[in-house]
C-alpha cells in the first residue's frame, strides 16, 4: 500500500513542477521586456500594484491562480485516512468478531434453552400423565371409601345398634298362640266327641294315622285307637294339642317355609357360624338369610291361608283316626269354615314370631322350645301338664314325655372368648313348654 502511495506522491511532484514553470514563464510584464514592475498577493486574491496609476486609486483584480499541493501533506493526509480506515477496519473486524461470539454464545443459548425446554416439556407431559394417574387412582381411592363407608354404616346399623324388641314382647306372643292353641283344641274336641268311635273303615282310619304318625308318634297314635272316648275323651284334646304345637313349633323355626324340604342347609350352615362367629355377625347373617329366603320363596299368595289350610288337615286325619265318620273333603270344609278365626289368628300369631325372632332380633337368639318325644322329663325346663305342682319328682321316678302340648320359648346368646371370635351358647329358659308324661296314657280308660 505504501509503494502505491508513494508513486502517487511522485506522479504529484512532477505535476506540481510543470505548473510552476509555465507560471514563471507567463509572469513577465505587459510592457516588454524592460519594463519593470513589482507584483504581490494579498489575502485570497492577486492585486497589481502599478505606481504611475497610483494616483487614480483604481485597483484592477485577477483571478487568484492555485497554488501547488505539498506531495508530503498529501501522502500525510492519505496515511491519515488510510490509517483510520484500517483502524476503522480493525474497529470493525473486532466488533464483528464480538458480534459472532455473542452470536455463538446466543446460539447456545438458544440450544440449551430449547434442550431445557424439550426437557420440560417431557417433564410436563410425564407429570400430566402422572397427574391423569393420580387422578384416577384418587377416584377409585374415593369410590372405594365410599363403599367402605357405606359397608361401615352397614355394619354399625347392626353391630352396634341394640334391637327393639324385648324379650317380654315375644313371650307374650308365645303365651298367646298356646292359648289360642289350647281353647282351639279344646272346642274341636268337645264339637266331635258324639262321633268318635263310629267309623267303620279301617283303611281311611289307617290312611290317617299313616299322616298324624311323624309328630304325633305310636304312643300317641295307638291310644287314639284304642282307648274308650265316652269315658275320658281328654286324649283327643291332648293329640289335638300336641299337632297344633308341632306345626307351630316347625312354622315359627322355618327358614324356607318347606319350599326346598329337608334339604335346606341354612340351619346348619347358621349352627356353624355361630360356633365360629361373634353373635352379631352370626345374628345378622341369620336375619338377612331369612328375609331373603322368604322373598324368594313367596309368589304372591296368600301364606298364611296356605298353612290354615295345612293345619286344617292335620286336625282333619286326627279326627279320622279318632273313628269321626266324614268324607275327608267334607270334613275339612266343616274345620276350615267353623274354626276359621281362630285357626287364622294362631297362624298370624305364628308367623309374626317367626319374623321377630328370626329377621329382627341380632342381638340374641329366641327360639322356640318343645321337649323331644320319648326324652327324660326335666323338671327345670319343663312343666308336668298332669303332675302335682306340690310334689317335686325325682329322675329315676319319672316317665318319658309323650308329646309337647304348650309352647316353650328360649334364649341363646354367645358369649364371645377372649379373642373375639365365637364362644359358648349360654341358654336361658324364658318359658317352659307344657308336656305330657307317657304315664298319661296308663290311666286312660281302654274299650
Known amino acids: 500500500m505504501f509503494d502505491d502511495i508513494t508513486s502517487s506522491l511522485g506522479s504529484l511532484g512532477s505535476s506540481a513542477d510543470n505548473t510552476t514553470s509555465q507560471h514563471h514563464r507567463s509572469a513577465s510584464p505587459t510592457g516588454g521586456p524592460g519594463s519593470t514592475h513589482t507584483s504581490r498577493y494579498k489575502g485570497d486574491a492577486g492585486v497589481q500594484d502599478d505606481p504611475t496609476r497610483r494616483g487614480t486609486g483604481a485597483i484592477q483584480s ?39 461470539q455473542d452470536l455463538r454464545r446466543t446460539n447456545e443459548q438458544v440450544y440449551e434453552a430449547e434442550h431445557r425446554i424439550n426437557e420440560l416439556q417431557t417433564a410436563l407431559t410425564r407429570s400430566q400423565q402422572e397427574l391423569c394417574r393420580t387422578n384416577d387412582e384418587l377416584r377409585d381411592t374415593a369410590a372405594l371409601l365410599d363403599r367402605r363407608s357405606a359397608e361401615l354404616r352397614d355394619a354399625q346399623a347392626y353391630l352396634s345398634h341394640p334391637d327393639d324388641v ?18 282351639t283344641a279344646a272346642s274341636i274336641a268337645d264339637a266331635f266327641q258324639s262321633q268318635y268311635g263310629k267309623q267303620k273303615d279301617i283303611q281311611a282310619s289307617q290312611e290317617a294315622a299313616t299322616r298324624v304318625r311323624g309328630f304325633l308318634g305310636s304312643k300317641l297314635l295307638h291310644a287314639l285307637s284304642t282307648v274308650d272316648y265316652s269315658r275320658d275323651p281328654s286324649v283327643v284334646q291332648t293329640a289335638l294339642q300336641a299337632a297344633f304345637v308341632s306345626f307351630v313349633a316347625w312354622l315359627c323355626a322355618t327358614w324356607d317355609f318347606g319350599a326346598t324340604g329337608r334339604k335346606n342347609a341354612l340351619p346348619k350352615i347358621y349352627q356353624h357360624i355361630r360356633k365360629t362367629e361373634q353373635q352379631s355377625v352370626a345374628g345378622r347373617w341369620r336375619a338377612l338369610s331369612r328375609t331373603y329366603v322368604k322373598m324368594l320363596v313367596e309368589n304372591g299368595e296368600d301364606s298364611e291361608s296356605i298353612e290354615v289350610h295345612e293345619l286344617v288337615r292335620d286336625i282333619a286325619d286326627i279326627l279320622l283316626v279318632c273313628g269321626v265318620v266324614a268324607e275327608p273333603q267334607n270334613l275339612h270344609t266343616e274345620i276350615g269354615s267353623t274354626y276359621a278365626d281362630a285357626l287364622r289368628e294362631v297362624i298370624h300369631l305364628s308367623f309374626e314370631v317367626q319374623r321377630i325372632a328370626g329377621e329382627v332380633i341380632i342381638s340374641r337368639d329366641l327360639q322356640i322350645f318343645t321337649a323331644r318325644r320319648g326324652k327324660p322329663f326335666d323338671p327345670s325346663r319343663m312343666i308336668d301338664k298332669w303332675g302335682d305342682p306340690k310334689k317335686t319328682p ?19 346368646e354367645i358369649k364371645a372368648t377372649e379373642g373375639g371370635v365365637g364362644g359358648e351358647i349360654v341358654a336361658v329358659v324364658l318359658l317352659e313348654p307344657t308336656v305330657v308324661l307317657t304315664s298319661f296314657l296308663e290311666q286312660l280308660p281302654s274299650e
Do not use: M
Request: aromatic share 8%.
Open 62 to 100: 485577477y483571478p487568484q491562480k492555485p497554488q501547488p499541493e505539498d506531495p508530503w501533506a498529501v501522502a500525510q493526509a492519505w496515511w491519515t485516512k488510510t490509517y483510520e480506515a484500517e483502524e476503522r477496519v480493525k474497529q470493525i473486524q473486532a466488533a464483528l468478531t464480538k458480534t459472532e
Open 394 to 412: 325325682h329322675a329315676e321316678e319319672t316317665h318319658p314325655v309323650l308329646c309337647t302340648t304348650q309352647l316353650g320359648l328360649v334364649r341363646e
Open 166 to 183: 324385648a324379650d317380654a314382647e315375644v313371650l307374650h306372643l308365645v303365651e298367646r298362640i298356646n292359648s289360642r292353641i289350647f281353647q
